[in-house]
């Protein structure tokens, strides 16, 4: 026997032969080849992140009490959940959502939350921007203004100088508040949240928020490492989005039923689902 075979099946005789033509280090990769990087949450933390909730109230409750269920059932670690945006229109009850979600943001588990494109829209139309409201309503945010106490008829019936001055009255200045908290990115570990992605070969720090919350083809075409792993949501598809540089978990909560979570430990990754509308 002779040739490559024959040395690869005399490992002895492969390996004193290897080494007399290439460096120690190399040859450790070649005999025990290391595998890719794994990426990790540091240690003693569980992070639990929440896809788009589009104004559903029902499947954030729904969402929440299966995240406490599971979050009990495992060791005790300090926990934190993310809210990755949007978290108003298209649904029926944006305020339902927003009362929710300050209410939780008070309790004992820590929350963080980041702007999606809807809240920013959302903003810029409560400080009188009528540009923007026009734009909201053409996003979602028709139901979004219905759940703060606007009829159909009143909806309809008034001009958009009435319309943004009667929001800006029924929006509480608390919501206004906890709305303008919320963060662009959110890195832990070798994870990084957003909302819709990142600038493929722009630093973290140099990002524009405009891409931050609204890009889409140029982050999801993208193949090669951002730096960090990148959890988001913004792009609808049927089922989580797996790739090896990202996970999108945007699932269409407010048409589909399912309202999506990533779990976090370790190298561990989990998901959590509410029930698909029948």
């Known amino acids: 026997m002779d040739g490559p075979r024959a040395y690869l099946q005399r490992p002895f005789t492969f390996l004193r032969l290897a080494s ?79 009362d929710r979600l300050l209410s939780f943001s008070k309790g004992p588990t820590p929350a963080r939350f980041l702007l999606g494109n809807h809240e920013e829209v959302f903003l810029r139309a409560l400080t009188g921007d009528l540009k923007a409201l026009r734009f909201f309503g053409r996003i979602g ?11 159909e008829e009143e909806y309809r019936g008034l001009d958009y100088e009435a319309l943004s001055a009667r929001l800006v009255e029924r929006v509480p200045t608390e919501h206004i508040a906890f709305l303008s908290s919320f963060e662009d990115m959110i890195e832990i570990g070798d994870y990084l949240f957003v909302h819709a992605g990142i600038r493929p070969g722009v630093d973290f720090a140099a990002q ?27 792009t609808i598809t049927e089922a989580v989005d797996v790739q090896p540089n990202r996970i999108g978990i ?29």
């Open 141 to 151: 945010g028709r139901e979004t203004i219905r759940s703060y106490g606007f009829s």
């Open 20 to 98: 007399s033509i290439m460096p120690v280090r190399a040859l450790l990769r070649l005999v025990n080849p290391r595998q890719a990087a794994t990426h990790r949450i540091p240690d003693g933390q569980r992070i639990y992140a929440v896809g788009d909730i589009h104004g559903r109230l029902d499947l954030l409750d729904d969402l929440l009490t299966q995240i406490a269920a599971d979050d009990a059932a495992r060791s005790r670690a300090q926990t934190e959940i993310v809210f990755l945006g949007d978290l108003v229109d298209r649904g029926p009850d944006s305020r339902g959502v927003v």
């Open 250 to 278: 945007d699932t269409g909560a407010f048409d589909s039923g399912r309202l999506t979570a990533i779990g976090l430990e370790g190298a561990d990754r989990w998901f959590l689902e509410t029930g698909a509308a029948s």
């Open 208 to 234: 524009e928020t405009s891409d931050l919350r609204w890009i889409r083809e140029d982050f999801l075409r993208c193949k090669d490492s951002f730096g960090k792993f990148i959890i988001h949501g913004h």
